[in-house]
């Protein structure tokens, strides 16, 4: 590490010690509550997703959901002749329980890397965001295709943490025997989209998804796409209209504008997988993390020739309402290969 970067490194420890109240940073300390949630604020802030999403600190590693949706209908009469007036139960949390999960998010920059950023004013800052926009990425991975929990992860073989936390869609597999989560068409194992397919087009399977969602449950919903669903849309509206430029602009607005089965689409999602639709309000999604349990470091570790920056924190994913959500099983789905067949 240059003189000048050490100076910067050092000043940004100090800062960040004064900060957080501590006397180094370079041993693990305790993030309070306070600036916990100002830290999550940052990370939020670093996604277009995560801000329309909820992220919620609760006190417990195991407890009741926080937020859940409504149900039913609360206004009525009674004879008060004869009966009390009684109320209503009308928040509905699906499965009732969250549980978190302790999750360590560690990197490093090597500091070929913090030479060349010590130059810039704003070093700090440039290095906060990248840390936070990392935590943000991942956990938005995870959310997507988190299956299971392992007491150690493996990387190599779970590349995108499928064994760090149970994400949404998984949730969403396991509740009430999968009865928000479609597996299959006509054939086993697969999910026909296209012509002479179960379903002709991504508007029909967006119906399919929004049906299995109870009427009074249909609030603020959307369909989330994936990439190659969108891909095909494209395809098909191409074959239709034609190849002139001006048509090719249509077809370009008319997929992203369109309203399927009522719904508006989102496309844009970080890493939701290429073939997933998902139909949920937004709002229906939650991070949950334990308060009090953030930890954080920062190393010179000169051994490696890195500074290497330790977080971690028990969070978990919840769906405050599994009956307001429906999915296909993205790993199922096959599109036309253009031949008859399908792939």
Known sequence: MKERTELA??????????????ATVEKEFSVTPTLAQRLQDAIVENDDFLKSINIVPVDELKGQ???????????????????????????????????????EFDT?????????????????????????????????????YGTSAAAATDPGTNPNGEDLNIGWLELLRQYNGG????????????????????????????????VMIDPMRRKDL???????????????????????????E??????????????????????????????T?????????QEDSWRRSIVDNAKRSRVEDFNSVNEGYVIEDEEAAAGFEFGNVMLPDGAGGWQ
């Open 9 to 22: 490194f050092s000043k940004m420890k100090a800062d960040m010690a004064k900060t957080y109240g501590v």
């Open 65 to 103: 959901k926080v937020i859940g949706g409504v149900s039913g209908l609360m206004g009525k009469r009674t004879d008060t002749d004869n009966n009390d007036r009684q109320t209503s139960e009308l928040l509905t949390l699906g499965s009732s329980d969250y549980e978190l999960h302790f999750t």
């Open 108 to 144: 490093h920059m090597r500091y070929a890397t913090v030479d060349a950023w010590a130059k810039f004013k704003d070093f700090q800052k440039r290095y906060g965001d990248w840390v936070r926009h990392a935590i943000a990425l991942a956990r938005i991975k995870v959310g997507w």
């Open 179 to 210: 009865a928000q989560w479609f597996t299959q068409g006509g054939t086993a194992n697969q999910i026909q989209i296209g012509a002479g397919g179960d379903f002709a087009n991504l508007d029909s399977a967006v119906h399919a998804l929004l």
């Open 222 to 248: 959307v369909a989330v796409a994936g990439t190659d669903l969108i891909a095909e849309e494209k395809a098909r509206l191409y074959e239709a209209l034609g190849q002139t430029p001006s048509e090719k």
């Open 250 to 279: 249509r077809v370009e607005n008319e997929v992203v504008t369109k309203v399927y089965a009522s719904l508006p689409l989102v496309t844009d999602l970080p890493f939701f997988p290429s073939r997933g639709l998902l139909v």
């Open 281 to 289: 309000s937004l709002k229906n999604l939650s991070i949950y993390y």
